[in-house]
């Protein structure tokens, strides 16, 4: 299993060498014509995506986690219409920025280049391996994928599509490889080929992450949870605060944008609270809060220490009065995960506070915590959110696939 591994990653970085070689033209050509597989292979997609849907079931799977494996007619249509999205996004690979003229007579820039290899191990959604890979594509790199077991059969299937696609355009098939085993001993061995991949990305649950993490040699890109918080100010419209508050935790609650926290100034909350309990309770959302909290809300459930770090991905909302904005910072920095933080305020000195002093990927100012997502900000589409500092912090997009190197460019200068 070692050796198979190993090959895999010696062929990956074989593979970028090529792909950093390739035009936007090509590249975009790859990507159409992958669009046109799926499109042909639609039926042999869905027969091998059946045997995984039917070995989950057999296996006790949740309903939820059979639904994220299913690849119907929707999904698969989905998939080609972000690959088509992909494709017409602008290409970062080869931007040159920031030229300088040194006193030496140099000019100096940076260029935008691909990262080289990036293994990707994440659960479930088998629709993840074309988004993936897509991505990593146009931004010039080779990607190793490595699903969940559950979708084996499903990302074997899409793999062929990919590799046909690759073969059509002239470019190396093993630019994009799914891990030919469903053994989990073989994740270790992947995290071990510090030689040729330069960045491991995990995108899953909390477990899947931190396993990654302890027993990788190759940089990882982390993701451990998103905590969202979202805080009510003195100064806010308690109208508007509703629709936000209501969009964030009910609309998804399942996702890693979707709002777990909810922070009321003391000034508001006896207007705004009940206000937002009635219509929350009313959308299935259980309340866990602060004494002061359940002494306005009569039944709501006395929140413990263990619900203010909680990541719920569920119908259920921690609730916390504070004193201050000063206080529902503090709350923040406590206990955030990073991800996504958003204040509601008519008060623009408060709101351009929050945003200089609290620490994550994406900070809100009267908008749900729901827009810190690829699609929503612009980057046409992503490979998952980093709540890591180095290299890409929030959304991953094309850029965030890529780096920079210095180019120098000079007439015979000699340093002295």
Not at 121 to 126: M, N, Q, V
Not at 166 to 177: M, R, T
Not at 390 to 405: D, I
Request: charged letters at 25%.
């Amino acid at each position: 299993m070692e050796n198979i591994i190993r090959n895999i990653a010696l062929q990956a970085r074989e593979a970028s060498r090529k792909m950093a070689k390739a035009s936007t033209s090509v590249k975009n050509r790859t990507l159409e014509l992958l669009c046109q597989y799926l499109e042909s292979d639609k039926s042999y997609i869905q027969s091998e995506n059946a045997r995984d849907v039917t070995g989950a079931k057999e296996r006790g799977l949740s309903d939820a986690m059979v639904d994220r494996l299913t690849l119907s007619d929707r999904v698969v249509d989905a998939m080609i219409e972000g690959v088509r999205q992909v494709a017409q996004l602008p290409d970062p690979v080869g931007t040159i920025r920031d030229m300088r003229l040194r006193p030496s007579g140099i000019q100096v820039g940076k260029m935008r280049v691909p990262l080289g290899v990036i293994a990707m191990i994440y659960e479930s959604r088998p629709n993840v391996t074309v988004d993936a890979a897509a991505l990593c594509l146009k931004a010039g790199n080779s990607v190793i994928l490595r699903g969940g077991t559950e979708a084996f059969y499903s990302n074997q299937a899409l793999a062929k599509s990919l590799q046909a696609a690759l073969e059509a355009a002239s470019l190396p098939a093993e630019a994009v490889q799914v891990l030919p085993m469903a053994d989990r001993r073989a994740l270790p061995f992947l995290l071990h080929q510090e030689e040729f991949i330069d960045l491991v990305i995990p995108r899953g649950g909390e477990g899947l992450i931190r396993f990654v993490s302890e027993n990788s040699r190759i940089p990882v890109l982390k993701h451990y949870k998103g905590v969202c918080h979202l805080y009510v100010d003195a100064d806010a419209l308690p109208e508007k605060a509703l629709a936000i508050v209501m969009n964030a935790k009910c609309q998804r609650p399942g996702v890693c944008n979707a709002l777990e926290t909810l922070l009321i100034h003391k000034d508001i909350a006896s207007v705004f609270l009940p206000l937002a309990a009635d219509k929350l309770r009313a959308a299935g959302v259980v309340l866990r809060g602060c004494e002061w909290t359940c002494s306005l809300i009569p039944g709501t459930d006395a929140a413990t220490e263990a619900d203010w770090p909680a990541e719920y991905l569920d119908l259920i909302l921690a609730v916390k009065i504070v004193d201050s904005m000063d206080d529902a910072m503090n709350h923040i920095s406590r206990f955030n995960s990073g991800h996504t933080e958003s204040i509601v305020t008519e008060n623009w000195s408060r709101a351009w506070r929050f945003i200089r002093e609290v620490d994550a990927s994406a900070v809100m100012v009267n908008a749900s915590t729901r827009f810190n997502d690829g699609g929503e900000l612009g980057l046409g589409a992503e490979i998952g959110i980093s709540t890591s500092k180095l290299h890409a912090y929030g959304p991953m997009g094309l850029e965030e696939l890529t780096t920079e190197k210095f180019v120098v460019f000079g007439d015979g200068q000699v340093r002295a």
